[in-house]
Protein backbone atom coordinates (compact mmCIF):
# COMPACT_ATOMS: atom_id res chain seq x y z
CA UNK A 1 0.00 0.00 0.00
CA UNK A 2 3.02 2.50 0.84
CA UNK A 3 3.97 2.52 -2.70
CA UNK A 4 0.30 3.49 -4.13
CA UNK A 5 -0.37 6.17 -1.02
CA UNK A 6 3.12 7.42 -1.84
CA UNK A 7 2.12 7.79 -5.95
CA UNK A 8 -1.41 9.36 -5.05
CA UNK A 9 0.82 12.07 -2.96
CA UNK A 10 3.14 12.59 -5.76
CA UNK A 11 0.36 13.26 -7.95
CA UNK A 12 -1.57 15.33 -5.72
CA UNK A 13 1.86 17.46 -5.78
CA UNK A 14 1.83 17.80 -9.21
CA UNK A 15 -1.74 19.05 -9.32
CA UNK A 16 -1.04 21.82 -6.62
CA UNK A 17 2.25 22.78 -8.28
CA UNK A 18 0.22 22.96 -12.14
CA UNK A 19 -2.19 25.15 -10.16
CA UNK A 20 0.06 27.34 -8.71
CA UNK A 21 1.95 27.47 -12.13
CA UNK A 22 -1.57 28.48 -13.90
CA UNK A 23 -2.88 30.78 -11.38
CA UNK A 24 0.65 32.51 -12.33
CA UNK A 25 0.49 32.92 -16.05
CA UNK A 26 -2.13 35.51 -15.98
CA UNK A 27 1.02 38.14 -14.11
CA UNK A 28 2.98 37.00 -17.31
CA UNK A 29 0.48 37.87 -20.09
CA UNK A 30 -1.16 40.46 -18.35
CA UNK A 31 -4.55 41.72 -20.17
CA UNK A 32 -4.87 45.41 -20.71
CA UNK A 33 -1.35 45.80 -20.31
CA UNK A 34 -0.53 45.61 -24.70
CA UNK A 35 2.90 47.09 -23.69
CA UNK A 36 4.00 44.20 -21.06
CA UNK A 37 3.07 41.40 -23.79
CA UNK A 38 5.33 43.28 -26.47
CA UNK A 39 8.29 42.94 -24.10
CA UNK A 40 7.01 39.31 -23.51
CA UNK A 41 7.48 38.77 -27.47
CA UNK A 42 10.64 40.72 -27.43
CA UNK A 43 12.29 38.70 -24.80
CA UNK A 44 11.75 35.33 -26.38
CA UNK A 45 12.68 36.53 -29.89
CA UNK A 46 15.59 37.35 -27.86
CA UNK A 47 15.35 34.42 -26.08
CA UNK A 48 15.86 31.67 -29.57
CA UNK A 49 18.38 34.21 -30.75
CA UNK A 50 20.77 33.68 -28.14
CA UNK A 51 20.03 29.66 -28.27
CA UNK A 52 20.59 29.80 -32.03
CA UNK A 53 23.78 31.56 -31.72
CA UNK A 54 25.05 29.45 -28.66
CA UNK A 55 24.34 26.10 -30.58
CA UNK A 56 26.38 27.79 -33.42
CA UNK A 57 29.52 28.66 -31.30
CA UNK A 58 30.78 24.79 -31.24
CA UNK A 59 30.45 24.95 -35.19
CA UNK A 60 32.48 28.07 -35.72
CA UNK A 61 35.00 26.35 -33.18
CA UNK A 62 35.05 22.96 -35.28
CA UNK A 63 35.99 24.93 -38.43
CA UNK A 64 38.48 27.53 -36.59
CA UNK A 65 40.18 23.96 -35.53
CA UNK A 66 39.83 22.52 -38.60
CA UNK A 67 41.86 25.45 -40.22
CA UNK A 68 44.45 25.40 -38.01
CA UNK A 69 45.06 21.72 -38.42
CA UNK A 70 48.30 20.18 -40.30
CA UNK A 71 47.08 19.64 -43.57
CA UNK A 72 45.44 23.00 -43.52
CA UNK A 73 48.88 25.06 -43.93
CA UNK A 74 48.68 25.75 -47.81
CA UNK A 75 45.59 27.89 -46.33
CA UNK A 76 45.31 31.68 -45.97
CA UNK A 77 46.27 32.89 -42.39
CA UNK A 78 42.99 34.82 -42.27
CA UNK A 79 41.18 32.38 -43.07
CA UNK A 80 41.58 30.53 -39.49
CA UNK A 81 41.74 33.90 -37.95
CA UNK A 82 38.38 35.08 -39.71
CA UNK A 83 36.94 31.87 -38.06
CA UNK A 84 38.27 32.79 -34.82
CA UNK A 85 37.22 36.39 -34.94
CA UNK A 86 33.34 34.79 -35.68
CA UNK A 87 33.83 32.29 -33.07
CA UNK A 88 34.22 35.73 -30.88
CA UNK A 89 31.67 37.50 -32.34
CA UNK A 90 29.20 34.37 -32.21
CA UNK A 91 30.09 34.11 -28.02
CA UNK A 92 29.76 37.54 -28.09
CA UNK A 93 25.97 37.16 -29.73
CA UNK A 94 25.24 34.80 -27.29
CA UNK A 95 25.73 36.89 -24.61
CA UNK A 96 24.59 40.03 -25.52
CA UNK A 97 20.68 38.60 -26.48
CA UNK A 98 20.70 37.11 -23.22
CA UNK A 99 21.35 40.09 -21.49
CA UNK A 100 18.74 42.21 -23.81
CA UNK A 101 16.05 39.78 -23.22
CA UNK A 102 16.97 39.63 -19.55
CA UNK A 103 16.78 43.54 -19.69
CA UNK A 104 13.41 43.49 -21.67
CA UNK A 105 11.96 40.99 -19.15
CA UNK A 106 12.48 42.95 -16.07
CA UNK A 107 9.70 44.91 -15.88
CA UNK A 108 7.33 42.21 -16.84
CA UNK A 109 8.58 40.51 -13.86
CA UNK A 110 8.42 43.33 -11.61
CA UNK A 111 5.16 44.36 -12.37
CA UNK A 112 4.25 41.03 -11.59
CA UNK A 113 5.73 41.12 -8.46
CA UNK A 114 4.28 44.40 -7.40
CA UNK A 115 0.81 43.21 -8.65
CA UNK A 116 0.80 39.73 -6.60
CA UNK A 117 2.33 41.74 -3.49
CA UNK A 118 -0.25 44.42 -3.86
CA UNK A 119 -3.34 41.64 -4.35
CA UNK A 120 -2.15 39.67 -0.99
CA UNK A 121 -1.46 42.85 0.78
CA UNK A 122 -5.08 44.01 -0.52
CA UNK A 123 -6.62 40.56 0.56
CA UNK A 124 -5.40 40.29 4.20
CA UNK A 125 -7.01 43.61 4.88
CA UNK A 126 -9.97 42.54 3.68
CA UNK A 127 -10.12 39.09 5.75
CA UNK A 128 -11.39 39.07 8.95
CA UNK A 129 -10.98 40.51 12.21
CA UNK A 130 -10.76 36.10 13.33
CA UNK A 131 -8.03 35.98 10.86
CA UNK A 132 -5.73 38.45 12.39
CA UNK A 133 -6.48 37.71 15.78
CA UNK A 134 -5.38 34.09 15.21
CA UNK A 135 -2.23 34.74 12.64
CA UNK A 136 1.20 35.11 13.34
CA UNK A 137 2.07 37.95 11.86
CA UNK A 138 5.86 37.00 12.29
CA UNK A 139 5.69 33.44 9.93
CA UNK A 140 2.92 35.34 7.42
CA UNK A 141 5.12 38.15 6.40
CA UNK A 142 7.69 35.80 5.53
CA UNK A 143 5.56 33.72 3.91
CA UNK A 144 4.56 36.34 1.79
CA UNK A 145 8.13 37.47 1.39
CA UNK A 146 8.67 34.30 0.24
CA UNK A 147 6.00 34.04 -2.19
CA UNK A 148 6.35 37.25 -4.18
CA UNK A 149 10.32 36.28 -4.43
CA UNK A 150 9.48 32.81 -5.96
CA UNK A 151 7.37 34.73 -8.67
CA UNK A 152 10.18 36.50 -9.53
CA UNK A 153 12.57 33.00 -9.79
CA UNK A 154 9.87 31.46 -11.48
CA UNK A 155 8.92 33.90 -14.42
CA UNK A 156 12.51 34.23 -15.16
CA UNK A 157 14.08 31.01 -15.00
CA UNK A 158 11.08 28.64 -16.37
CA UNK A 159 10.90 30.97 -19.31
CA UNK A 160 14.58 31.72 -19.66
CA UNK A 161 16.13 28.87 -18.25
CA UNK A 162 14.35 25.62 -18.37
CA UNK A 163 12.73 25.85 -21.96
CA UNK A 164 15.38 27.27 -23.69
CA UNK A 165 17.80 24.14 -22.59
CA UNK A 166 15.57 21.90 -23.44
CA UNK A 167 15.46 23.80 -26.89
CA UNK A 168 19.39 23.66 -27.10
CA UNK A 169 19.59 19.81 -25.71
CA UNK A 170 17.19 18.83 -28.62
CA UNK A 171 19.00 20.45 -31.32
CA UNK A 172 21.99 19.57 -30.17
CA UNK A 173 20.88 16.09 -30.58
CA UNK A 174 19.87 16.61 -33.83
CA UNK A 175 23.26 18.06 -34.92
CA UNK A 176 25.01 15.21 -34.12
CA UNK A 177 22.91 12.74 -35.22
CA UNK A 178 23.23 14.72 -38.46
CA UNK A 179 26.76 15.36 -38.73
CA UNK A 180 28.06 12.34 -37.08
CA UNK A 181 26.16 9.02 -36.07
CA UNK A 182 22.70 8.44 -33.87
CA UNK A 183 25.07 6.77 -31.51
CA UNK A 184 26.17 10.32 -30.26
CA UNK A 185 22.69 11.51 -30.11
CA UNK A 186 21.46 8.55 -27.93
CA UNK A 187 24.20 8.73 -25.57
CA UNK A 188 23.72 12.69 -25.32
CA UNK A 189 20.15 12.41 -24.93
CA UNK A 190 20.31 9.45 -22.38
CA UNK A 191 23.22 11.27 -20.52
CA UNK A 192 21.08 14.43 -20.14
CA UNK A 193 18.08 11.99 -19.48
CA UNK A 194 19.52 10.21 -16.49
CA UNK A 195 20.64 13.34 -15.14
CA UNK A 196 17.59 14.70 -15.30
CA UNK A 197 15.90 11.81 -13.11
CA UNK A 198 18.28 12.00 -11.19
CA UNK A 199 18.43 15.64 -9.83
CA UNK A 200 14.68 15.43 -10.09
CA UNK A 201 14.16 12.44 -7.65
CA UNK A 202 16.99 13.28 -5.25
CA UNK A 203 15.57 16.58 -5.16
CA UNK A 204 12.66 15.40 -3.76
CA UNK A 205 14.01 13.55 -1.38
CA UNK A 206 15.80 17.25 -0.25
CA UNK A 207 12.49 18.86 -0.60
CA UNK A 208 11.32 17.80 2.80
CA UNK A 209 14.53 19.06 4.32
CA UNK A 210 13.72 22.89 2.92
CA UNK A 211 10.02 22.83 4.25
CA UNK A 212 11.75 22.10 7.44
CA UNK A 213 14.17 24.56 7.31
CA UNK A 214 10.96 27.11 5.95
CA UNK A 215 8.84 25.52 9.30
CA UNK A 216 11.99 26.50 10.91
CA UNK A 217 13.07 29.81 9.99
CA UNK A 218 9.28 30.85 10.24
CA UNK A 219 8.90 29.76 13.97
CA UNK A 220 11.89 31.39 15.10
CA UNK A 221 11.23 34.65 13.58
CA UNK A 222 7.49 34.47 14.68
CA UNK A 223 9.14 34.26 18.18
CA UNK A 224 11.61 37.06 17.49
CA UNK A 225 9.18 39.69 15.98
CA UNK A 226 6.91 38.35 19.09
CA UNK A 227 9.45 38.87 21.41
CA UNK A 228 10.88 42.85 20.11
CA UNK A 229 6.71 43.77 19.77
CA UNK A 230 6.72 43.18 23.98
CA UNK A 231 9.68 44.74 24.24
CA UNK A 232 8.82 46.50 27.61
CA UNK A 233 7.28 43.37 28.89
CA UNK A 234 10.48 41.06 28.53
CA UNK A 235 11.97 44.26 30.18
CA UNK A 236 9.51 44.18 32.69
CA UNK A 237 9.83 40.62 34.47
CA UNK A 238 13.45 40.55 33.72
CA UNK A 239 12.94 37.80 31.21
CA UNK A 240 15.59 38.49 28.72
CA UNK A 241 17.57 35.40 28.98
CA UNK A 242 13.25 33.54 29.06
CA UNK A 243 13.28 34.84 25.04
CA UNK A 244 16.65 34.78 23.86
CA UNK A 245 16.47 30.78 24.64
CA UNK A 246 12.90 30.62 23.32
CA UNK A 247 14.38 32.29 20.26
CA UNK A 248 17.76 30.13 20.31
CA UNK A 249 14.90 26.46 20.48
CA UNK A 250 13.97 27.92 16.74
CA UNK A 251 17.25 28.56 15.97
CA UNK A 252 18.56 25.18 16.68
CA UNK A 253 15.59 23.27 14.76
CA UNK A 254 16.73 25.18 11.90
CA UNK A 255 20.39 24.58 12.57
CA UNK A 256 19.51 21.09 12.40
CA UNK A 257 17.10 20.98 9.60
CA UNK A 258 19.75 22.95 7.31
CA UNK A 259 22.76 20.69 8.27
CA UNK A 260 20.67 18.06 6.47
CA UNK A 261 19.63 20.21 4.22
CA UNK A 262 23.70 21.13 2.77
CA UNK A 263 24.14 17.05 3.17
CA UNK A 264 21.52 16.44 0.95
CA UNK A 265 22.71 18.86 -1.45
CA UNK A 266 26.45 17.49 -1.47
CA UNK A 267 24.78 14.21 -2.22
CA UNK A 268 22.91 15.87 -4.97
CA UNK A 269 25.52 17.04 -6.55
CA UNK A 270 28.07 14.49 -6.47
CA UNK A 271 25.14 12.24 -8.29
CA UNK A 272 25.26 14.93 -10.70
CA UNK A 273 28.73 14.77 -11.48
CA UNK A 274 28.85 11.13 -11.58
CA UNK A 275 26.51 11.19 -13.98
CA UNK A 276 28.10 13.81 -16.66
CA UNK A 277 31.22 12.22 -15.94
CA UNK A 278 30.16 9.27 -17.18
CA UNK A 279 28.65 11.00 -20.64
CA UNK A 280 31.22 13.14 -21.60
CA UNK A 281 33.87 10.10 -21.34
CA UNK A 282 31.78 7.85 -22.91
CA UNK A 283 30.93 10.63 -26.04
CA UNK A 284 34.86 11.80 -26.14
CA UNK A 285 36.16 8.00 -26.44
CA UNK A 286 33.76 7.71 -29.46
CA UNK A 287 34.76 10.81 -31.04
CA UNK A 288 38.63 9.78 -30.05
CA UNK A 289 37.49 6.29 -31.79
CA UNK A 290 36.36 8.13 -34.83
CA UNK A 291 39.15 10.59 -35.63
CA UNK A 292 41.34 7.92 -35.49
CA UNK A 293 39.77 5.75 -38.17
CA UNK A 294 39.82 8.71 -40.11
CA UNK A 295 36.15 9.77 -40.05
CA UNK A 296 35.97 12.65 -37.88
CA UNK A 297 38.34 15.22 -37.72
CA UNK A 298 40.14 16.92 -34.72
CA UNK A 299 38.49 19.56 -35.03
CA UNK A 300 34.82 17.75 -35.16
CA UNK A 301 36.09 16.01 -31.53
CA UNK A 302 36.81 19.55 -30.30
CA UNK A 303 33.04 20.48 -31.48
CA UNK A 304 31.23 17.66 -29.45
CA UNK A 305 33.72 18.49 -26.32
CA UNK A 306 32.10 21.86 -26.89
CA UNK A 307 29.12 20.86 -27.06
CA UNK A 308 29.06 18.54 -24.21
CA UNK A 309 30.48 21.17 -22.36
CA UNK A 310 27.93 23.81 -23.33
CA UNK A 311 25.09 21.90 -22.56
CA UNK A 312 26.49 21.14 -18.76
CA UNK A 313 26.78 24.47 -17.90
CA UNK A 314 22.77 24.98 -18.16
CA UNK A 315 22.36 21.31 -16.73
CA UNK A 316 24.29 21.80 -13.91
CA UNK A 317 22.56 25.11 -13.27
CA UNK A 318 19.58 22.81 -13.88
CA UNK A 319 20.05 21.27 -10.64
CA UNK A 320 19.86 24.75 -9.04
CA UNK A 321 16.93 25.99 -10.53
CA UNK A 322 14.98 22.68 -10.37
CA UNK A 323 15.74 22.75 -6.71
CA UNK A 324 14.26 26.23 -6.36
CA UNK A 325 11.40 25.99 -8.86
CA UNK A 326 10.36 23.31 -6.20
CA UNK A 327 11.01 25.88 -3.62
CA UNK A 328 9.38 28.75 -5.17
CA UNK A 329 6.02 26.78 -6.17
CA UNK A 330 6.22 25.77 -2.13
CA UNK A 331 6.14 29.30 -0.78
CA UNK A 332 4.11 30.61 -3.99
CA UNK A 333 1.50 27.76 -2.79
CA UNK A 334 1.92 29.24 0.95
CA UNK A 335 1.31 32.50 -0.72
CA UNK A 336 -1.73 31.60 -2.44
CA UNK A 337 -3.59 29.33 0.42
CA UNK A 338 -3.39 33.07 1.83
CA UNK A 339 -5.57 34.70 -1.19
CA UNK A 340 -7.65 31.51 -0.91
CA UNK A 341 -8.51 32.31 2.88
CA UNK A 342 -11.97 33.47 2.15
CA UNK A 343 -13.14 36.72 4.06
CA UNK A 344 -15.57 35.95 6.90
CA UNK A 345 -17.38 39.30 6.21
CA UNK A 346 -18.60 39.86 2.73
CA UNK A 347 -20.95 42.89 1.22
CA UNK A 348 -23.60 41.72 -0.59
CA UNK A 349 -23.56 41.84 -4.35
CA UNK A 350 -24.68 45.20 -5.42
CA UNK A 351 -24.88 46.51 -1.57
CA UNK A 352 -25.18 50.18 -1.55
CA UNK A 353 -22.94 52.98 0.47
CA UNK A 354 -24.88 53.64 3.96
CA UNK A 355 -27.18 56.76 3.70
CA UNK A 356 -26.69 58.39 7.40
CA UNK A 357 -29.19 60.89 8.27
CA UNK A 358 -29.38 61.11 11.62
CA UNK A 359 -26.39 58.67 12.82
CA UNK A 360 -28.92 56.72 15.28
CA UNK A 361 -27.99 53.09 16.54
CA UNK A 362 -30.32 50.42 16.94
CA UNK A 363 -29.07 46.88 18.25
CA UNK A 364 -32.42 44.47 18.05
CA UNK A 365 -31.63 41.54 19.83
CA UNK A 366 -28.50 40.88 18.76
CA UNK A 367 -26.65 37.34 19.85
CA UNK A 368 -23.45 36.77 19.14
CA UNK A 369 -20.48 34.27 19.21
CA UNK A 370 -17.17 33.79 17.98
CA UNK A 371 -17.48 30.43 19.07
CA UNK A 372 -20.64 28.22 18.08
CA UNK A 373 -20.05 26.37 21.35
CA UNK A 374 -19.85 29.74 24.00
CA UNK A 375 -22.82 32.68 23.17
CA UNK A 376 -20.90 35.44 24.04
CA UNK A 377 -24.31 38.34 23.68
CA UNK A 378 -27.93 37.28 24.51
CA UNK A 379 -30.69 39.10 22.96
CA UNK A 380 -28.97 42.56 23.39
CA UNK A 381 -31.44 45.42 22.42
CA UNK A 382 -30.97 48.98 22.83
CA UNK A 383 -30.57 52.46 20.65
CA UNK A 384 -28.49 55.25 20.66
CA UNK A 385 -31.05 57.80 19.45
CA UNK A 386 -29.45 60.55 17.06
CA UNK A 387 -26.83 63.39 19.14
CA UNK A 388 -27.71 61.25 22.15
CA UNK A 389 -24.56 59.85 24.48
CA UNK A 390 -25.26 56.09 25.53
CA UNK A 391 -22.83 54.57 27.54
CA UNK A 392 -22.11 50.53 28.10
CA UNK A 393 -20.49 49.33 31.56
CA UNK A 394 -19.91 46.13 32.98
CA UNK A 395 -17.02 43.66 34.29
CA UNK A 396 -14.47 42.47 31.72
CA UNK A 397 -15.88 39.74 30.17
CA UNK A 398 -19.49 41.05 29.70
CA UNK A 399 -19.22 41.85 26.07
CA UNK A 400 -18.62 45.49 26.14
CA UNK A 401 -16.05 45.10 23.28
CA UNK A 402 -17.83 42.72 21.14
CA UNK A 403 -20.63 45.44 20.96
CA UNK A 404 -18.18 47.81 18.76
CA UNK A 405 -16.63 45.47 16.78
CA UNK A 406 -20.34 44.45 15.92
CA UNK A 407 -21.18 48.44 15.01
CA UNK A 408 -18.13 48.34 12.96
CA UNK A 409 -18.77 44.94 10.97
CA UNK A 410 -16.04 43.38 11.94
CA UNK A 411 -18.37 40.53 12.50
CA UNK A 412 -21.91 39.63 11.76
CA UNK A 413 -24.38 38.90 14.28
CA UNK A 414 -25.53 35.10 14.67
CA UNK A 415 -28.79 36.24 15.47
CA UNK A 416 -31.13 39.73 15.33
CA UNK A 417 -29.85 43.02 13.53
CA UNK A 418 -27.65 45.94 14.25
CA UNK A 419 -28.70 49.11 12.81
CA UNK A 420 -27.63 52.60 11.66
CA UNK A 421 -30.60 55.12 10.27
CA UNK A 422 -32.48 52.22 10.10
CA UNK A 423 -30.31 50.07 7.55
CA UNK A 424 -29.31 46.83 8.52
CA UNK A 425 -25.08 46.79 8.48
CA UNK A 426 -25.04 43.82 6.30
CA UNK A 427 -27.13 45.18 3.56
CA UNK A 428 -25.13 48.04 2.76
CA UNK A 429 -20.91 48.24 2.06
CA UNK A 430 -18.78 47.88 5.24
CA UNK A 431 -16.60 50.55 3.50
CA UNK A 432 -18.93 53.36 4.14
CA UNK A 433 -20.43 52.02 7.45
CA UNK A 434 -16.95 52.69 9.03
CA UNK A 435 -16.71 55.91 7.56
CA UNK A 436 -19.31 56.71 9.34
CA UNK A 437 -17.89 55.89 12.64
CA UNK A 438 -14.95 57.23 14.34
CA UNK A 439 -13.12 55.43 17.25
CA UNK A 440 -10.63 56.97 19.98
CA UNK A 441 -9.93 52.93 21.30
CA UNK A 442 -8.61 52.03 24.93
CA UNK A 443 -4.85 51.02 23.22
CA UNK A 444 -4.32 53.29 20.28
CA UNK A 445 -1.34 51.64 18.26
CA UNK A 446 0.31 54.91 16.24
CA UNK A 447 2.02 53.77 12.88
CA UNK A 448 6.12 54.26 13.28
CA UNK A 449 5.50 57.44 11.63
CA UNK A 450 5.21 61.43 12.08
CA UNK A 451 2.60 63.04 14.25
CA UNK A 452 1.61 65.09 11.32
CA UNK A 453 0.87 61.18 9.46
CA UNK A 454 -0.60 59.81 12.60
CA UNK A 455 -3.06 62.57 12.59
CA UNK A 456 -4.04 62.63 8.96
CA UNK A 457 -4.70 59.42 8.72
CA UNK A 458 -8.03 60.09 10.06
CA UNK A 459 -8.79 61.54 6.57
CA UNK A 460 -5.40 61.80 4.28
CA UNK A 461 -7.00 64.29 2.02
CA UNK A 462 -7.40 66.97 4.38
CA UNK A 463 -5.20 70.33 4.17
CA UNK A 464 -2.74 70.61 6.55
CA UNK A 465 -4.69 73.71 8.27
CA UNK A 466 -7.49 70.82 9.08
CA UNK A 467 -5.43 68.34 10.76
CA UNK A 468 -3.84 71.69 13.43
CA UNK A 469 -7.38 72.37 13.81
CA UNK A 470 -7.94 68.80 14.78
CA UNK A 471 -4.86 69.08 16.90
CA UNK A 472 -6.22 71.99 18.47
CA UNK A 473 -9.47 70.75 19.47
CA UNK A 474 -7.94 67.60 20.93
CA UNK A 475 -5.50 69.56 23.01
CA UNK A 476 -2.26 68.54 21.80
CA UNK A 477 -1.46 71.52 19.47
CA UNK A 478 0.77 73.42 21.83
CA UNK A 479 2.42 69.71 22.64
CA UNK A 480 3.47 69.12 18.87
CA UNK A 481 4.82 72.38 18.86
CA UNK A 482 6.73 72.20 21.74
CA UNK A 483 8.77 69.15 20.31
CA UNK A 484 11.96 69.28 18.03
CA UNK A 485 10.64 68.46 15.72
CA UNK A 486 7.19 69.42 15.81
CA UNK A 487 4.62 67.63 13.49
CA UNK A 488 7.23 65.87 12.33
CA UNK A 489 8.30 64.12 14.95
CA UNK A 490 8.96 60.05 14.70
CA UNK A 491 6.58 58.67 17.12
CA UNK A 492 8.42 55.24 17.12
CA UNK A 493 6.25 52.00 17.06
CA UNK A 494 3.60 51.47 18.21
CA UNK A 495 3.55 54.70 19.56
CA UNK A 496 6.22 53.99 22.49
CA UNK A 497 8.12 57.59 22.27
CA UNK A 498 4.43 58.99 23.44
CA UNK A 499 3.01 59.03 26.65
CA UNK A 500 -0.55 57.32 27.11
CA UNK A 501 -2.22 60.50 27.10
CA UNK A 502 -0.60 61.70 24.13
CA UNK A 503 -1.50 59.02 21.96
CA UNK A 504 -4.72 59.21 23.43
CA UNK A 505 -4.75 62.65 21.92
CA UNK A 506 -3.28 61.81 18.75
CA UNK A 507 -6.28 59.42 18.65
CA UNK A 508 -8.64 61.65 19.14
CA UNK A 509 -7.06 64.31 16.85
CA UNK A 510 -6.83 61.71 14.03
CA UNK A 511 -11.30 60.78 14.90
CA UNK A 512 -11.98 64.62 14.60
CA UNK A 513 -10.15 65.08 11.67
CA UNK A 514 -12.33 61.55 9.73
CA UNK A 515 -15.97 64.19 10.60
CA UNK A 516 -17.61 60.74 11.81
CA UNK A 517 -21.39 61.16 12.40
CA UNK A 518 -21.19 58.79 15.13
CA UNK A 519 -18.25 58.74 17.97
CA UNK A 520 -17.36 54.46 19.81
CA UNK A 521 -15.12 55.85 22.81
CA UNK A 522 -13.81 52.22 23.89
CA UNK A 523 -12.46 52.40 27.03
CA UNK A 524 -10.84 55.61 26.21
CA UNK A 525 -9.45 56.68 29.23
CA UNK A 526 -9.28 53.23 31.62
CA UNK A 527 -5.87 52.70 31.39
CA UNK A 528 -4.93 56.87 32.36
CA UNK A 529 -4.30 58.96 35.49
CA UNK A 530 -6.80 60.46 37.61
CA UNK A 531 -5.45 63.97 35.81
CA UNK A 532 -4.57 62.81 32.47
CA UNK A 533 -8.32 61.27 32.27
CA UNK A 534 -10.06 64.45 33.37
CA UNK A 535 -8.44 66.62 30.68
CA UNK A 536 -9.35 63.65 27.84
CA UNK A 537 -12.79 63.72 28.99
CA UNK A 538 -13.19 67.25 28.41
CA UNK A 539 -11.48 67.05 25.10
CA UNK A 540 -14.10 63.76 24.38
CA UNK A 541 -16.88 66.18 25.40
CA UNK A 542 -15.90 68.34 22.92
CA UNK A 543 -15.25 66.06 20.06
CA UNK A 544 -19.04 64.04 21.18
CA UNK A 545 -21.12 67.75 20.92
CA UNK A 546 -23.83 66.87 18.04
CA UNK A 547 -22.79 63.37 17.21
CA UNK A 548 -24.45 60.03 17.80
CA UNK A 549 -21.68 58.92 20.96
CA UNK A 550 -21.48 55.61 22.05
CA UNK A 551 -19.27 54.95 25.02
CA UNK A 552 -17.80 51.32 26.03
CA UNK A 553 -16.18 51.98 29.77
CA UNK A 554 -15.09 50.36 32.57
CA UNK A 555 -14.61 53.69 34.67
CA UNK A 556 -17.80 54.63 35.79
CA UNK A 557 -16.60 58.07 36.39
CA UNK A 558 -16.74 58.81 32.51
CA UNK A 559 -20.12 57.93 32.22
CA UNK A 560 -22.07 59.99 35.03
CA UNK A 561 -23.36 62.60 32.40
CA UNK A 562 -24.76 59.44 29.67
CA UNK A 563 -28.33 60.12 28.28
CA UNK A 564 -28.19 56.32 28.96
CA UNK A 565 -26.15 53.43 30.96
CA UNK A 566 -26.48 50.11 29.78
CA UNK A 567 -25.43 47.01 32.24
CA UNK A 568 -23.69 44.70 30.69
CA UNK A 569 -22.70 41.43 32.30
CA UNK A 570 -22.48 37.65 30.67
CA UNK A 571 -23.94 39.16 27.22
CA UNK A 572 -26.83 40.44 28.82
CA UNK A 573 -28.41 44.00 29.99
CA UNK A 574 -29.19 43.80 33.29
CA UNK A 575 -29.91 47.44 33.89
CA UNK A 576 -30.38 50.59 31.58
CA UNK A 577 -31.01 54.24 33.08
CA UNK A 578 -29.07 57.45 33.96
CA UNK A 579 -26.93 57.35 36.41
CA UNK A 580 -28.96 58.74 39.36
CA UNK A 581 -31.94 56.38 38.73
CA UNK A 582 -28.94 53.10 38.71
CA UNK A 583 -27.41 54.43 41.79
CA UNK A 584 -31.08 54.61 43.24
CA UNK A 585 -31.69 51.38 42.24
CA UNK A 586 -29.06 49.69 44.11
CA UNK A 587 -28.29 47.01 41.60
CA UNK A 588 -25.52 46.27 39.84
CA UNK A 589 -24.28 49.61 38.49
CA UNK A 590 -24.65 50.79 42.32
CA UNK A 591 -22.35 47.69 43.77
CA UNK A 592 -19.83 48.68 40.89
CA UNK A 593 -19.91 52.78 41.23
CA UNK A 594 -19.45 51.85 45.23
CA UNK A 595 -16.97 49.27 44.20
CA UNK A 596 -14.99 51.83 42.61
CA UNK A 597 -15.32 54.34 44.78
CA UNK A 598 -14.44 52.13 48.46
CA UNK A 599 -11.11 54.12 48.83
CA UNK A 600 -12.47 57.40 48.57
CA UNK A 601 -11.59 59.88 51.66
CA UNK A 602 -15.81 60.95 51.21
CA UNK A 603 -18.69 59.83 49.34
CA UNK A 604 -18.69 60.18 45.59
CA UNK A 605 -20.69 63.50 45.08
CA UNK A 606 -23.19 61.98 42.66
CA UNK A 607 -24.69 60.37 45.59
CA UNK A 608 -24.70 63.27 47.63
CA UNK A 609 -26.76 64.96 44.55
CA UNK A 610 -28.85 62.35 44.10
CA UNK A 611 -29.75 61.92 47.88
CA UNK A 612 -30.64 65.31 47.59
CA UNK A 613 -33.11 64.97 45.25
CA UNK A 614 -35.20 62.48 46.80
Known amino acids: MRPTTASSEAKLEFKKQLQVVRRLLPYLWPRNRRDLRIRVGIALVLMIAAKVANVYVPIVLKHATDALAPEAENLLVAVPVGLLLAYGGVRLASRGFGELR ?15 GLQVFRHLHRLSLRYHLERRTGGLSRAVERGTKGVEFLLSFVLFNILPTLIEILIVCGILWAMFDWRFAAVTFVTIAAYVWVTFKMTEWRIRFRREMNDADSGANTRAVDSLLNYETVKYFNNEAHEAERYDRGLRVYEEAAAKSKVSLSALNSGQAAVMAAGI ?5 MAAFGVAAGRMTVGDFVMVNAYLIQLSIPLNLLGTVYREIKQSLVDMETMFEILDQPPEVVDKPGAPPLNVTQGRIDFEQVHFAYDS ?23 TG ?13 YDVSAGAVKIDGQDVREVTQDSVRQAIGIVPQDT ?3 NDTVYYNINYGRPSASAEEVYEAARMARIHDFVQSLPDGYNSIVGERGLKLSGGEKQRVAIARAILKRPAIMLFDEATSALDTKTEQEI ?32 DHGRIVERGTHTQLLHH ?29
Open 373 to 395: RREILHDVSFAVPSGARVAIVGP
Open 537 to 568: QTALADVAQGRTTLVVAHRLSTVVDSDEILVL
Open 398 to 410: AGKSTISRLLFRF
Open 586 to 614: GGAYAQMWFRQHADADAPPEPVAAQNAGE
Open 281 to 285: TALMT
Open 102 to 116: DAVFARVAQNAIRRV
Open 445 to 447: VLF
